[in-house]
C-alpha cells in the first residue's frame, strides 16, 4: 500500500477517493474518555503478595484509587511479601523520612546451599552437607548484631560507576561490592527445623537480610540462603495498617471512601517536633519565606515540621530561633 492508500485509508476513504459507507446496524461508538486522575494525600500501607514487583505495586495502587500521583518508600523484592509504605500526593514529599525509618522481617534461612542471588531465585554456586543447631545459631547472633560490616548481595540496587550491580551481575560481570556499615539492632531465632531456621531482624536503612543470611551461613560453616522473607515494620507503618490492593479498590468504590485505609501525610514525619503557627506564618512558609518562632515551647534547633489548625505546611530547621523551610505542603 502506498502513502496515498495509507492516508485514504486513515480518513475512511478508498485509494478512489470516494467515501465507504458504514456497515448496516453499526452505528460509530464516541470514543471513551479515561477518567481523570483525582488529587489523593496521604499513605496507604499495602500488603505486598509474593511475586508482585514494587513498581507494579505503585502502579497498581494508583490505578485502584485513581491517583495522580504516588511512589513508594523502599524497594521490596518480588520474592519478598509484607510493607510497602505508598505515598500519594503531597505525601511523595515525605518518603525520604519513611526510608530512613527502622525496619523489621521475618525471614526463613534454608542451611546447606549459597546462591548467585543470596535467595531461592539464584542458582547454586556452592553447598554442603551440614546444619547447625539452634544452640550454634543464636551462640552467632550477637556477632551480627549493632553496627556491623556487610557486603551487599551481587544482585542488588547498589550503584557501581553508575551502573545497578544487579545490571552487571546479570551481563556476567564480575561485580566487586564494597563493605558498608550497617544497623542491625535485633536478630532472635524463632523457629528451627533441620534444614531451615525462621529469624527476626530490626535493622536500619541500607541492610540486606539476604546478606544476613550469606553471612551467617558462612560463619557457621554451613552456607545458607533467604527462602522466605516478609516485611512487618517500615518507620512508622506496621502489620496492623496493611491492606490488599483488592481493599483498596473496594474501599475506593465505597461512599465512605479510604477512611482509615489512608493515613495522614506527617505520619511520615513522626520522629520530629511538630510546631503550631499562625495563619500569617503559614502563609510566608508556603511561600518559601522563613518565619520568627515565638513561644516556650519552640524548639532550639533542628528539623521540625509545622502546622496550621492541624493541617501540615512545611519541613525545615529551626536555627536561632527563626523556621527555615526546605519542603512545603498544599494540603489546607
Not at 535467595?119 to 552437607?129: C, F, M, R, Y
Request: glycine content about 10%; proline content about 7%.
Amino acid at each position: 500500500m502506498n502513502v496515498t492508500d495509507e492516508t485514504a485509508e486513515a480518513e475512511g476513504r478508498d485509494a478512489s477517493g470516494q467515501g465507504r459507507a458504514e456497515p448496516r446496524g453499526r452505528e460509530r461508538r464516541p470514543a471513551q474518555e479515561r477518567p481523570k486522575r483525582r488529587v489523593v494525600n496521604g499513605w496507604v500501607v499495602l500488603d505486598k503478595p509474593v511475586g508482585m514487583t514494587s513498581t507494579y505495586a505503585v502502579a497498581a495502587v494508583k490505578r485502584a484509587l485513581n491517583a495522580k500521583k504516588a511512589g513508594h518508600a523502599g524497594t521490596l523484592d518480588p520474592l519478598a511479601s509484607g510493607i510497602l509504605p505508598i505515598a500519594l500526593g503531597e505525601a511523595t514529599k515525605t518518603v525520604p523520612y519513611v526510608m530512613d525509618g527502622r525496619k523489621s522481617y521475618v525471614f526463613t534461612v534454608t542451611w546447606g546451599v549459597e546462591t548467585d542471588t543470596d535467595d531461592s531465585e539464584g542458582k547454586p554456586i556452592q553447598a554442603t552437607n551440614r546444619f547447625p543447631s539452634p544452640d550454634e545459631i543464636e551462640a552467632l547472633l550477637p556477632r551480627f548484631t549493632g553496627t556491623i560490616e556487610q557486603v551487599p548481595p551481587r544482585f542488588s540496587a547498589v550503584k557501581i560507576a553508575g551502573e545497578r550491580a544487579y545490571d552487571l551481575a546479570r551481563d556476567g560481570e564480575v561485580v566487586e561490592l564494597k563493605s558498608r556499615l550497617v544497623q542491625v539492632d535485633r536478630l532472635a531465632l524463632v523457629a528451627h527445623a533441620e534444614d531451615r531456621s525462621v529469624i527476626e531482624a530490626d535493622c536500619g536503612k541500607g541492610t540486606y537480610v539476604r546478606a544476613l543470611a550469606r553471612d551467617l551461613g558462612r560463619a557457621l560453616g554451613c552456607l545458607g540462603h533467604v527462602s522466605a522473607l516478609r516485611r512487618t515494620r517500615v518507620g512508622p507503618f506496621s502489620e496492623a495498617a496493611t491492606a490488599s490492593v483488592g481493599d483498596l479498590e473496594s474501599a475506593a468504590a465505597s461512599p465512605d471512601g479510604l477512611g482509615p485505609l489512608l493515613h495522614p501525610v506527617a505520619t511520615a514525619l513522626c520522629d520530629l517536633v511538630p510546631v503550631p503557627v499562625s495563619r500569617d506564618a503559614a502563609g510566608r512558609l508556603m511561600r518559601g519565606q522563613p518565619v520568627i518562632l515565638r513561644g516556650r515551647e519552640t524548639p532550639i534547633e533542628g528539623r521540625v515540621y509545622a502546622t496550621h489548625n492541624g493541617a501540615l505546611v512545611a519541613v525545615g530547621d529551626v536555627e536561632k530561633g527563626e523556621f527555615i523551610p526546605h519542603r512545603v505542603f498544599s494540603l489546607g
